[in-house]
């Protein structure tokens, strides 16, 4: 019913900068919690950064002061603006969405992912 689709991946060198983009589309009663999950080579996804409709954000600690998140609830899109990139950073980056379908039941919905590679 909501189909998630990021975009804004490559290859950078450590230092450098890149914005992630998720846009929404499809029907649903509302969107709750958005965010951005990694998974880097031989690891287990993990949680980058999340956002509350209302705006409220947590970072994971190794991200805190590089990466900010943020949406756009009328155009049902979070971004993630990425800062000072470390090799550790890189991993394929996946969207997330807490979807209220249009009869009351909430429903993680995932984006395909997007590489980001980070070169020392």
């Known amino acids: 019913q909501v189909h998630l689709v990021e975009s804004g991946g490559g290859l950078v060198q450590a230092g450098g900068s890149l914005r992630l983009s998720c846009a929404a589309s499809?029907?649903?009663?509302?969107?709750?919690?958005m965010g951005w999950y990694r998974q880097g080579p031989g690891k287990q996804r993990e949680l980058v950064a999340i956002i509350t409709s209302s705006g409220t954000t947590n970072y994971a600690d190794s991200v805190k002061g590089r990466f900010t998140v943020s949406r756009n609830n009328v155009k049902m899109s979070v971004n993630l603006q990425m800062n000072t990139l470390k090799p550790e950073d890189t991993a394929v980056y996946f969207c997330?969405?807490?979807?209220?379908?249009?009869?009351?039941?909430?429903?993680?919905?995932w984006g395909q992912g997007t590489q980001v590679t980070v070169s020392s």
């Open positions: 499809g029907i649903a009663l509302r969107i709750n919690d």
């Open positions: 997330n969405a807490a979807v209220i379908t249009l009869g009351g039941a909430r429903s993680d919905t």
